[in-house]
């Protein structure tokens, strides 16, 4: 008898036409200290989409594993072997993490339906969105917009049988957008109120905003990258350390000095921050260069470390208040702040942001059922999960893109 051939659409079909759906999410970000995976279970698609974490699971970076990624992620110090290698063995690691974070939520992993990689970026230069600059190469000979986010897909799909979505940023970008931020997306599925204005404050290593006016729908969505979150505090960190410590725990460091206000103030003339949205960044512009210099031009000034990494922290608390009041209040009055990511664990820095947002209520992502620390996690398993459902994953007015598209590539999970 002839096996019958299982065909990628059929796979694909099957998972769509689900009611309810078991999904994981990947995701390794800006501060490349390791994986973060969520499982969710996913009832519906779009707007009327419901989603409960069912567990979250963070798989923290070997410390030569850590070293190969930062050797990619810094401008010069790459090669085109190193970057096959780790493509590889992210996938790898990716996959394990998707079998462990199955097991921890006591799920059979023939049980899930689809898994949604970020990988981790190692270069993100996107264009300005919707202008011919972002489509090919700009003016006086500057180079194409792009970004790479490594991690195999193909290698997550063969362990694990399983269905994979990846690569989410690059259509967005091939639309001419940032292809950043897309959590806003899942942000507006999951937070928007008809009552409510919102502002979801993710600190990864870059602090990223998404803002949900009362009763707005999607095209009223605002979303953009702040600046620094914790990767200039992380890497001034280690520098300072000897790399004996990678970040500032709890924000104790910070809490024992003082902000040196020339630096800082020279450190908040970056174009960036006032910049206009849609705008994103990374380590292209944050990353170790960026604290080398900073911690130099702090040792000029005084022997504390502590005071270093207060200005540090600083940095990041400032230039997310000054994003408030130049690009968010203008929208509107805010009710509640709702933070995630590893800075919400940054005492010195949380007590900062509060001044910065009030009168709004600052409120912790927990309060809503969901992880702060495998928030992102979360929304990739969204994302793919609307990916197999043929729905748009992107906002057009968060990212610059000239319109919604369908984000990820779907690599078949081969089950017979």
Do not use: W
């Amino acid at each position: 008898m002839k096996k019958k051939t299982i065909t990628v659409l059929d796979e694909i079909q099957r998972v769509s036409g689900k009611d309810v759906k078991l999904a994981i999410g990947l995701m390794s970000g800006t501060s490349l200290d390791g994986i973060d995976a969520s499982v969710v279970e996913i009832q519906g698609a779009g707007e009327r989409i419901k989603v409960r974490e069912l567990a979250g699971l963070f798989v923290p970076y070997e410390r030569k594993v850590r070293d190969r990624l930062l050797a990619l992620a810094e401008p010069g110090t790459a090669s085109v072997q190193l970057l096959s290698e780790a493509n590889f063995l992210l996938g790898e690691l990716f996959a394990r993490t998707s079998v462990d974070a199955a097991e921890k939520a006591g799920i059979r992993l023939s049980e899930i339906d689809v898994i949604g990689s970020h990988g981790q970026t190692v270069y993100h230069a996107p264009g300005k969105g919707r202008g011919e600059e972002s489509r090919g190469e700009g003016k006086h000979g500057s180079s194409l917009s792009s970004t790479l986010q490594i991690g195999e897909p193909c290698v997550i799909a063969e362990r694990t049988g399983i269905l994979t979505v990846a690569d989410f940023r690059t259509r967005d970008v091939a639309a001419g957008g940032q292809g950043a931020p897309l959590v806003p997306y899942v942000d507006y599925l999951l937070f928007r109120s008809p009552e409510i204005s919102r502002v979801l404050l993710n600190i990864g290593g870059i602090a990223n905003v998404t803002i949900l006016t009362a009763n707005g729908g999607l095209d009223d969505v605002v979303a953009f990258d702040t600046g620094p979150g914790n990767m200039v505090i992380d890497g001034v960190v280690s520098i300072l350390t000897d790399s004996k410590e990678t970040f500032d725990r709890d924000g104790r460091m910070a809490g024992k000095g003082k902000v040196i206000e020339e630096l800082l103030n020279d450190c908040l003339s970056e174009p960036f921050f006032k910049a206009d949205p849609p705008k994103s960044s990374g380590r292209e512009m944050f990353g170790l260069h960026y604290a080398g210099s900073f911690v130099e031009r702090a040792r000029k000034t005084v022997e504390d470390i502590n005071a270093a990494v207060r200005t540090a922290t600083a940095i990041t608390a400032v230039s997310i208040g000054r994003a408030f009041s130049d690009f968010i209040v203008p929208h509107g009055r805010i009710d509640e702040v709702i933070v995630s990511g590893g800075g919400s664990r940054n005492v010195t820095l949380m007590g900062m942001l509060e001044e910065s947002v009030s009168p709004a209520r600052l409120r912790r992502l927990e309060e809503f059922g969901f992880s702060g620390d495998s928030k992102e996690a979360l929304a990739f398993a969204v994302l793919a999960s609307e990916t197999v459902s043929g729905n748009a994953g992107n906002i057009p007015g968060a990212t610059g893109a000239a319109h919604g598209v369908i984000l990820g590539k779907i690599i078949p999970g081969g089950r017979r």
